[in-house]
Nanobody
């Protein structure tokens, strides 16, 4: 499975961005999809996950601000990020895992990452 992220960039605090992740090479509905991020100098952390049909999961730090969704017809997962804060600055990674969402880094496939920078 190949994952390609897009939509990162520079935004002011309080602004919004939408990340996209296009998947290819597998049966998309077999996989839970997730977003992780790695802030500068820190470890990669779970941001949000979505099961193949129902069920979404969020890190406490993004609940109420970020929304994960997927379009199974387009083999694409999205992360809508609103009310962005400087501490959201990180490289954001898309990930795929067979069937279930987990908050650890034990996912099967990873994208190359896209930079999100939030200025104060």
């Amino acid at each position: 499975v190949e994952l390609v992220e897009s939509g990162g960039g520079l935004v002011q605090a309080g602004g919004s961005l939408r990340l996209s992740c296009a998947a290819s090479g597998g049966t998309f509905t077999n996989y839970a999809m997730g977003w992780f991020r790695q802030p500068p100098g820190k470890e990669r952390e779970f941001v949000a996950g979505i099961r193949w049909k129902f069920g979404t999961y969020y890190a406490d730090s993004v609940k109420g601000r970020f929304t994960i969704s997927r379009d199974n017809a387009k083999n694409t997962v999205y992360l809508q990020m609103n009310s962005l804060k400087p501490e959201d600055t990180a490289v954001y990674y898309c990930a795929a895992r067979f069937r279930e969402v987990v908050v650890t880094s034990h996912w099967d496939y990873w994208g190359q990452g896209t930079q999100v920078t939030v200025s104060s």
